[in-house]
């Protein structure tokens, strides 16, 4: 009897296990899923929203889960250390997975954002008002490859990265404005206004997203779902990626959000500027001051001359 039953809860763990492998999300691996009335249903961490697996999950619930997701042991920051949390946030999603217009932190400072979850204004008090969500239609994507001794040729570029885009982020290529390769860097243009997508499309935002975790080996996708780039059976290393996000509205900031570069450009043309006309007065006095000499000396001599 006991045999028989060891037997029979053997089978049931057995089988629990192999559902729970058929059961899982194979676009979003910070997901949890469990059979529901015969269906693989997956909810995203953090949300607890349920997502289709079949197609990408929204960035709104990847960052939301990537926020959610426990951490390791945090170690001793550097006394002039600082965090630039711009990048990830524990966002406020609706009931599609689509970012809210207005983001807000833990200490009710709030700002705006676009539909790629990225902030277009200032940071401010809950008063700040977001009327809408403003479409990032143009992703502007910079990549560079490491150094290699003989450049890959445009088309093979072009053509791989294509061919990745559209199989593994599941986007439509009219969505994919241009490729464009120039040693070491590639340029890649998403382009997506509300009217031309439909219900069925993946979002170019939600793309970008994927791409870069991909490319910062943190994808989202389970991990038996490789990241890889070749471009003529040869690997394409990645070293750095940069992406821009283009409004259909212009964003919002003050002159204080101005880049640090800028920044440091007009300091030193006004410090140029300073030092110019300070050398320019002593100039002009210290000449001033040489010819009332000569004019003197020589008004001297003609009266020494005159009298004479």
């Known amino acids: 009897m006991e045999a028989t039953f060891r037997i029979v809860l053997f089978l049931m763990v057995t089988a629990s296990l192999a559902e729970e492998n058929l059961c899982s999300c194979p676009t979003n691996r910070r997901t949890r899923c469990a059979m529901e009335q015969g269906s693989c249903v997956c909810k995203a961490q953090g949300s607890n929203q349920q997502v289709d697996c079949s197609t990408l999950t929204s960035k709104c619930l990847l ?55 990225v902030r277009r204004t200032d940071k401010s008090d809950t008063n700040i008002q977001c009327n809408k969500l403003v479409r990032t239609s143009w992703i ?50 998403l382009k997506q206004n509300a009217s031309q997508k439909s219900y069925k499309d993946v979002d170019i935002a939600d793309v970008a997203y994927y791409f870069e975790k991909d490319i910062k080996l943190d994808s989202p996708f389970a991990s038996n779902n490789i990241f890889n780039i070749t471009v003529k059976g040869e690997p394409l290393h990645i070293e750095n990626v940069l992406i821009y996000y283009v409004d259909e509205i212009p964003p ?28 320019f007065v002593i100039m002009r006095r210290w000449r001033t001051g040489k010819y009332e000499k000569v004019e003197i000396k020589e008004m001297g001599e003609m009266q020494i001359n005159g009298v004479s």
């Open 63 to 117: 960052m939301k889960a990537e926020v959610s997701a426990p951490k390791g042991k945090r170690f001793e920051k550097p006394e002039t250390g600082f965090l630039d949390n711009d990048g990830l946030y524990d966002p406020d999603c609706d009931n599609n997975g689509i970012f809210k217009a207005r983001q807000c932190n833990q200490t009710d400072t709030c700002w705006c954002v676009n539909s790629a979850g």
């Open 140 to 189: 502007f994507i910079e990549l560079k490859h490491k150094e290699r001794e003989t450049p890959f040729s445009q088309s093979e570029v072009a053509s791989s990265l294509l061919r990745l885009i559209q199989n593994r982020y599941m986007l439509r290529p009219t969505f994919i404005s241009s490729i464009e390769y120039d040693q070491p860097f590639i340029k890649i243009e």
């Open 252 to 279: 919002e900031f003050s002159m204080q959000f101005l880049k640090a570069g800028v920044v440091a450009v007009a300091v030193v043309v006004l410090l140029a500027i300073l030092i110019g006309i300070i050398v």
